[in-house]
């Protein structure tokens, strides 16, 4: 069993839906969550992390952290074609110089 | 700022080869990692550099070997490829300090011939 599952997708939308992410874990010691936005060809582009169960906000995206469930989400508010892109969850038990443990993706089309 | 850039772009080379990929950072971080990523695929660690010593090696063969030459610059070294090696390497780095981050550079994309 993988430590960090994702649902690959992929994932089509209409321009303007709520879209949700998520990847489940079973490591406990995950300490820190991450999520990752990567376009066709290009290096992967950190969109949030955070460290606590709770909630995240900023701009359309909030972050979602349920340690007690070792679950976490994305959401997507809006959603642009733009937003196209495959989606990465990572995370890891320490801090910097830590290896992270990524999810499959997540490949997301938001059609206009 | 948050920019990790990597050179070159593009590599095309032959197994008998020898070239360099180059990252560089000017975040002040003193963590910087090298990852390889194959189509569909999420990257995978392959070297972690803190405080500009190695200290964390995925058991990478030999042909792959990484060098820090200061706190900004991270180099990968590559000797006798295979075509199965071909894929996009990534750079990335972190602050030395809170959750770590990584902030991810453009990327090279390699082709073993």
């Known amino acids: 069993q993988k430590e960090v599952e994702q649902d690959p997708g992929p994932l089509s939308v209409p321009e303007g839906a709520i879209v949700s992410l998520n990847c489940t874990y079973s490591?406990?010691?995950?300490?820190?969550f991450m999520w990752y936005r990567q376009y066709s060809r290009k290096g992967p582009e950190l969109l949030m992390y955070t460290y606590s169960s709770g909630n995240k906000e900023d701009g359309r995206f909030t972050a979602q952290v349920d340690k007690s469930s070792k679950y976490i989400s994305l959401f997507i508010r809006d959603s642009q074609p733009s937003d196209s892109a495959t989606y990465l969850c990572?995370?890891?038990?320490?801090?910097?110089?830590?290896?992270?443990?990524f999810g499959e993706g997540t490949q997301l089309t938001v059609n206009p | 700022d948050t920019e990790v850039t990597q050179t070159p772009k593009h590599l095309v080379m032959g197994m008998t080869n020898k070239k360099s990929l180059k990252c560089e950072q000017h975040m002040g971080h003193r963590a910087m990692y090298w990852y390889k990523q194959k189509a569909k695929k999420p990257p995978e660690l392959m070297f972690v550099y803190s405080y500009e010593k190695l200290s964390i090696n995925e058991s990478v063969p030999s042909r792959f070997s990484p060098e820090c030459p200061n706190s900004s610059l991270l180099n990968l070294h590559l000797h006798a490829l295979q075509p199965e090696d071909s894929a996009l390497y990534l750079c990335?780095?972190?602050?030395?300090?809170?959750?770590?981050?990584?902030?991810f550079g453009p990327g090279t994309r390699l082709l073993v011939l």
């Open positions: 490591n406990s010691a995950f300490q820190y």
């Open positions: 990335a780095s972190s602050q030395d300090s809170g959750p770590g981050a990584q902030y």
């Open positions: 990572a995370m890891s038990q320490g801090t910097s110089g830590s290896r992270l443990t």
